[in-house]
């Protein structure tokens, strides 16, 4: 048996119920960013400019004019006259601060240098700790040659030979060269 239950209407004391819907909600935020901009301490600060472009026509901005136009000042931060006509050039205009967009690309940017600096400090590293191994290495070899043990090759059939005095020699001049270019003064 399939009930279906009957539809809810309201209570006729109460009053009737008005949806929340996008256009009411759409009033209310724009009701709360009006009376937050109104509030901004920062709103009545900004100062609005008057001049004549160069075609002559009159401009108003809140933005500084061009150089050598005249300026008059219409609305001025707290502590300045607001409508005093200035006949002097207006100042030349500041940088203005970077959008977002810039902010990243600038930190992008910074990061890639970064980056870059730290895989050129790795590779100098790298490099100082192969020559410091070149270096000890060529010591090690120096020190077994000038040391007078009897030293033994292995030639081409696998038998040991002994090293002569004459190959000792060409060895330890070899080996002076080579503790001499890798433990040098580095650059």
Same mark, same amino acid.
């Given at each position: 048996m399939n009930r279906r239950m009957p539809a809810r209407r309201p209570h006729p004391a109460l009053p009737a119920a008005r949806p929340f819907g996008k256009p009411r909600l759409a009033a209310t935020l724009l009701c709360a960013a009006i009376a937050t901009m109104a509030g901004h301490p920062d709103a009545a600060a900004a100062p609005a400019f008057k001049w004549r472009d160069a075609s002559g026509r009159i401009v108003y901005s809140d933005l500084p004019p061009p150089p050598g136009a005249r300026v008059t000042l219409l609305a001025a931060p707290a502590g300045s006259a607001a409508g005093v006509s200035s006949t002097t050039p207006a100042a030349p205009q500041e940088p203005?601060?970077?959008?977002?967009?810039?902010?990243? /690309?600038?930190?992008?940017? /910074?990061?890639? +240098?970064? !980056? *870059? &600096?730290?895989?050129e400090q790795a590779e100098l590293a790298r490099q &100082? &700790? +192969?020559?410091?191994?070149?270096? +000890? +290495? &060529?010591?090690a070899g120096l020190r077994?040659? *000038?040391? !007078?043990?009897?030293?033994?090759?292995?030639? *081409?059939? !696998?038998?040991?030979?002994?090293v002569d005095d004459a190959e000792r020699a060409r060895r330890t001049e070899?080996?002076?060269r080579a503790v001499a270019d890798h433990c040098g003064k580095t650059s």
């Open positions: 203005r601060p970077a959008s977002w967009v810039e902010r990243e /690309k600038a930190s992008r940017q /910074k990061a890639a +240098e970064r !980056g *870059e &600096a730290e895989r &100082a &700790a +192969e020559r410091e191994r070149l270096c +000890e +290495e &060529a010591r077994t040659l *000038e040391s !007078g043990v009897r030293l033994t090759t292995i030639d *081409e059939r !696998g038998e040991r030979v002994v070899a080996m002076q």
